[in-house]
């Protein structure tokens, strides 16, 4: 099931729990604009290129539509649908006042020089800068995409608008950007996970991790998760993977990628096939790489007790419904509500207490990554007042907006007697909707 089906699916199962019209429904999920340009730079050796970028702004009920810039080979306009819609759940969920979008350009990054990023970035910014702004739409890193890369879409922007910090996020410090924007995707994935083990009496101290994906969120997550006292046991990147049961040490594990430009070759443990990291044995696994990893084939073999949701969309709903217990959350579910004649559902019900036997959570990235996107929020807070927060603010507010967004999320798996995921859904598509009713949508 490609992202988009995904997302799509998972929003309309939240729909039909909150009972809202179909009007509105079908409302919510059209994308309130779809942008596709093309782009065309000379390259360094004088010949020309074309790119075509995508930005999709999906809902700005709530606020500013707000999403990152990816520059990959495989962007495609349903990968950055999807993604956009993601982003208007995540806001919600998280309790921002933004709405959703996405954007990206079809293009492989580490085959462009700095010289040809540059240029295709300024005439991807020429080509959206009347349609993106800080009251609009504010752009942010993703895949591919830097803070170097943001402060080229702030200088193209401000040649037509005056200098305007605030119309992306992710900055560098020097040019507005909020101390601890870095480490934000990765830290919030930490205090959301010691809200989830919280939960059943646990910390972070003495829990065995597995990290898929070494890159901005997996390598903070690791390095903070080590620092809290947690045991990170094995990790992949796109070079392969390395295991050590006694725990990497992942101070010299960073140093080793900085300087090899991967983790292949780290002699702290044994290197493993990166196909069988999700399957490895420990209590929490944290896919932070890309989306689909876990998928039907591989969602029985999984071994860890929760999964964190560090990337977007990596556990494809058939492996989602195969391969999880959330219902532990749903015990308590009126017999009345259960379907007592439809044999697919008997199935499901008794795989579910098969399952939750097993005792696997998910926590779904749009609660799990919300960290990067919430100090996004206050970069841009912070940009209108001109006045910068110290690195202790932002980190205390981060974990406060963490804490409360699983609170939020919980109470609404008992509400609604749903799992995690649909809590989630349901928590960020009612607060899109009640706004869009408010400001006075018609059926």
Request: charged residues 20%.
């Amino acid at each position: 099931m490609n992202a988009l089906a995904a997302t799509s699916r998972n929003f309309k199962q939240a729909a039909k729990l909150l009972g809202l019209d179909s009007k509105l429904e079908k409302s919510l999920l059209i994308p309130f604009r779809e942008i596709k340009v093309e782009c065309t730079i000379p390259k360094d050796d004088g010949t020309l290129a074309s790119y075509v970028g995508f930005r999709v702004q999906h809902d700005n009920a709530r606020g500013p539509m707000k999403g990152g810039i990816r520059y990959h080979h495989e962007v495609d306009p349903d990968e950055v649908n999807a993604l956009a819609q993601l982003m208007t759940w995540k806001t919600a969920v998280a309790n921002i006042p933004y709405g959703g979008a996405k954007g990206g350009i079809g293009c492989s990054p580490g085959d462009l020089s700095i010289s040809e990023l540059e240029r295709l970035t300024r005439v991807f910014t020429q080509k959206i800068h009347d349609l993106i702004g800080i009251h609009t739409d504010v752009p942010a890193p993703d895949m591919g995409t830097n803070s170097q890369t943001m402060a080229w879409i702030l200088d193209e922007y401000s040649k037509f608008h005056g200098y305007s910090p605030a119309v992306v996020t992710g900055k560098p410090v020097d040019l507005g950007g909020s101390l601890g924007r870095d480490a934000a995707t990765g830290r919030g994935v930490l205090f959301a996970t010691e809200a989830l083990l919280a939960e059943h009496g646990k910390g972070i101290a003495g829990q065995r991790f597995v990290i898929q994906g070494f890159g901005n969120v997996g390598s903070w997550a690791a390095q903070l998760i080590s620092e809290a006292g947690g045991k990170v046991i094995a990790i992949s990147d796109v070079t392969g993977a390395v295991k050590n049961s006694n725990g990497l040490d992942i101070a010299k594990l960073m140093k080793h990628s900085s300087e090899n430009r991967g983790i292949k070759g780290f002699d702290g443990g044994d290197a493993i096939d990166p196909r069988s990291l999700l399957t490895e044995e420990c209590d929490v696994l944290i896919p932070a790489a890309l989306g689909g990893v876990i998928n039907k084939d591989n969602a029985n073999e999984i071994k860890a007790k929760y999964i964190i949701e560090a990337a977007n969309h990596p556990t494809d709903p058939e492996a989602d419904e195969a391969s999880t217990s959330d219902s532990i959350w749903q015990t308590n579910t009126p017999t009345a509500t259960k379907c007592t004649i439809c044999l697919k559902c008997f199935l499901s019900e008794f795989l579910l207490q098969i399952l939750s036997k097993k005792g696997v959570l998910i926590l779904p990235d749009i609660l799990a990554n919300s960290g990067g996107v919430t100090v996004s929020y206050f970069e841009w807070v912070q940009n209108i007042q001109g006045f910068m927060w110290d690195e202790e603010k932002v980190n205390n507010e981060l974990k406060t907006y963490m804490t409360r967004g699983f609170r939020d999320v919980k109470e609404m798996c008992r509400s609604h007697h749903c799992d995690l995921r649909m809590g989630a859904f349901t928590l960020g598509v009612n607060r899109v909707a009640r706004a869009t009713v408010l400001r006075g949508w018609e059926a």
